[in-house]
């Protein structure tokens, strides 16, 4: 691997470490992120990104990863070794605290080994030791003193001690009671730990004891009863053997638990791992850093809709969008020119793919859209900015030209170079030329690499190399407003004169200057801007033109289902004038046979007339229900000859659209494995995917777990 400092520190790392560090619970590992280098080891940085990944899923999950401050206590492991040296008490309180840390991580990993796979595999070679923890259990208490059973000898003192201490209260309370006409109002206080009487001065001959001292003012002496002084003394001594037990009770703990020192260093290591990871963890989560895919087989950069993390950050603080980049390096299109006018995002959009290249192999998640492909180059190199050197007499020019002989003799397949400002520093048509014969130089060397530039002869190369491409930051010609957004496949125009006109420079100058270039190359710049505002009046077309498609769809639907929904009002309207009319004759009917009943009084007649009238409507149901039957008949029988003569071709198109069900859902199977994290359509709440079984996934949010058919899911 061969990245150097400069490289570093053009693409800013070291900001992005700082934001990183500031995340992590100790000092060491500050420096151990302070000093993060690009991996050479391929398989340790997917193993360290796949920890980083497992511990950022962990905060959206609802399972929290047990991991708090914990302790740096090397230095005292050190001493362990030393004859006679006994750790302090808090010490062996720090060990504890990291040994327990250490067991609730590894029960953690345990029984979520499914989603931390790579940090339990990580995990796995330690060994918790109980012993640790019940040996400085079997000394201290939980508030941090040396229990008074740590040894019988010393139970026996302490017993000792309470019972003088307790003698001693009860001689000076009786001592201060019957010298109590010669106390001051304060009656007693406390000089060197010891309480003593507040003897009025002018008394101080009537009270038997040791003189402690005076107040300020020297009305107030401070004497030691001579009651207490025996206890007193004998307390004091006990005190100091109280002293050498202690020692001597650590001692034999330090003894104990430097057996198990390998341990405690291998906890120390581990837990400096994961607040290492949990740092990047935590910065990836506030730049919506993820886990890309990682091709270690092809050498390509794949980004979609990729974040600068440091213009993210400012921008998100001063509540500004940022506008994410895209494109595509692999063996087929190696190199990409950058061409456009200064201040549209050039440089940036340069410093994005070489800062998210160097995050990606040190281990770092990147804000990018998950479709998103890096490959591992073993060697970046950079030339970014003014890097005059005083100290070294070196021009802007002479600078960049070291670089390029560095970058000749070490550049290969495997090397990815990042250039700003190509060939520029020198005059025009002679750096021009050189900085063509050097593009040249690596292209055929195999390397990959991003060039920014505004000479022609090196975007006139771009077009003619197969493996070369293109490319310029869009501009808007009317407000001549950059819109930092990359384009590729087209050269851009640096908008010289148009951008001098904007800035009020007066007419006479533009077009006296205009003449003194040559004619063909203000030409080829007036055709490459044309056709860059072309383009991106085309694209807005069709935007637009988009955008009106999808309304008419909308509409025409809308049209179609109001004509269904006049069309049946239309037939339900006929069928109720169908009924009205049918009622009214037949009312008309019975109005007649009313009328010849008033007139003959026939009841036979009346009824014989009226059980006709039914029989006639019966008769007609009847016919209509025939009927119906009849059609149905028809109709069944053409749908089996239909499928009898089409059995074939159905049962072809059924195949194929079986066929390709089963591949859409197989292909959304494939893109999910266990450890995703997916949404259900139409639903805001993220889960994690426990299990997929056939076309089932099975869902945890935390709380509870649920099963889904695959094609209602989406990653996120």
Do not use: W
């Not at 229990?147 to 001689?171: F, G, W």
């Not at 309370?173 to 406390?190: C, F, G, T, W």
């Amino acid at each position: 691997m061969q990245i150097s400092n400069q490289t570093l520190k053009d693409l800013e790392f070291h900001v992005v470490q700082s934001e990183i560090a500031a995340f992590a619970y100790t000092e060491k590992v500050v420096d151990q992120i302070t000093e993060l280098q690009p991996y050479s080891d391929q398989d340790e940085l997917i193993q360290d990104l796949y920890t980083t990944n497992e511990y950022l899923a962990s905060f959206e999950s609802g399972n929290t990863f047990p991991f708090a401050e914990y302790f740096i206590i090397d230095e005292y492991l050190k001493r362990l070794e030393i004859e006679n040296y006994y750790l302090p008490a808090e010490e062996f309180f720090k060990i504890k605290s990291n040994a327990l840390q250490v067991k609730e991580i590894l029960k953690y990993l345990t029984n979520f080994q499914e989603y931390t796979p790579t940090l339990f595999t990580k995990a796995s070679s330690i060994q918790y030791e109980k012993d640790i923890v019940k040996l400085i259990d079997t000394v201290f208490n939980k508030f941090g003193e040396v229990k008074d059973d740590a040894s019988p000898e010393l139970k026996i003192v302490r017993d000792r001690l309470r019972h003088l201490n307790s003698r001693i209260t009860e001689l000076f309370n009786k001592s201060m009671a019957y010298h109590s006409d010669y106390l001051d109002d304060i009656r007693e206080s406390v000089i060197g730990n010891r309480r003593v009487l507040a003897v009025k001065s002018f008394q101080r001959k009537r009270v038997k004891g040791q003189f402690l001292g005076t107040s300020k003012t020297g009305s107030i002496t401070f004497i030691e009863p001579e009651s207490v002084q025996g206890p007193r003394r004998e307390f004091e001594e006990l005190k100091e053997d109280e002293k050498h037990l202690i020692i001597q009770i650590l001692l034999d703990l330090t003894a104990k638990i430097a057996v198990y020192r390998p341990n405690l260093e291998e906890y120390q290591a581990f837990l400096e791992y994961i607040d290492f990871t949990q740092a990047k963890a935590k910065y990836a989560q506030s730049i919506n850093g993820i886990l890309p895919k990682i091709n270690k087989d092809q050498l390509q950069i794949k980004l979609v809709d990729a974040y600068h993390p440091l213009l993210y950050l400012n921008n998100i603080r001063n509540n500004e969008r940022t506008i994410p980049q895209s494109l595509h390096l692999d063996k087929d299109c190696r190199i990409i020119i950058i061409s456009g006018p200064n201040a549209g995002g050039k440089s940036i959009t340069l410093k994005t793919i070489g800062l998210l290249q160097i995050m990606v192999q040190s281990g770092v998640l990147v804000p990018v859209n998950e479709e998103s492909e890096f490959g591992f180059f073993t060697q970046i190199f950079t030339d970014i900015g003014d890097n005059q050197s005083i100290e070294n007499h070196l021009s802007t020019y002479s600078y960049r030209l070291k670089q390029m002989s560095y970058f000749l003799k070490q550049a290969d397949e495997n090397s990815l170079l990042l250039v700003d400002e190509f060939g520029t520093g020198s005059d025009p048509e002679l750096g021009g030329a050189l900085a063509e014969v050097f593009f040249e130089e690596f292209y055929e060397r195999q390397s990959y690499g991003i060039f920014t530039t505004h000479y022609t002869n090196i975007k006139l190369s771009a077009e003619r190399l197969p493996e070369a491409i293109n490319a310029c930051m869009l501009f808007d010609k009317k407000s001549l407003e950059p819109l930092y957004r990359l384009e590729i496949g087209q050269a851009g125009s640096s908008f010289t004169f148009e951008v001098a006109e904007k800035n009020k420079i007066p007419f006479r100058l533009i077009n006296r200057a205009k003449k003194k270039v040559e004619s063909e190359k203000v030409s080829l710049d007036k055709t490459i801007l044309k056709l860059q505002q072309e383009k991106f009046e085309i694209q807005k077309t069709k935007n637009q033109v988009e955008e009106l498609k999808e309304t008419s769809l909308v509409q025409t639907e809308e049209l179609e289902q109001t004509k269904e929904k006049i069309q049946q009002k239309l037939y339900d309207f006929q069928q109720l004038y169908d009924r009205e009319q049918k009622t009214m004759m037949l009312g008309k009917r019975i109005v007649d046979m009313s009328d010849s009943y008033l007139k003959s009084k026939n009841k036979k007649q009346l009824i014989a007339n009226f059980l006709k009238i039914i029989e006639m409507e019966n008769s007609k149901k009847t016919k209509e229900v025939q009927q119906l039957k009849k059609i149905e008949k028809i109709i069944e029988k053409e749908v089996q000859r239909e499928l009898k003569e089409n059995s074939k071709e159905i049962s072809k198109q059924k195949e194929v659209i079986e066929q390709k069900e089963k591949a859409a859902t197989q292909k959304k199977i494939d893109n999910l494995k266990v450890g995703d994290r997916v949404k259900i359509h139409g639903s805001s709440s993220v889960g994690t995917i426990d299990k997929i079984s056939k076309d089932v996934v099975f869902v945890n949010y935390g709380l509870f777990t649920t099963q889904i058919k695959v094609h209602e899911v989406y990653k996120i």
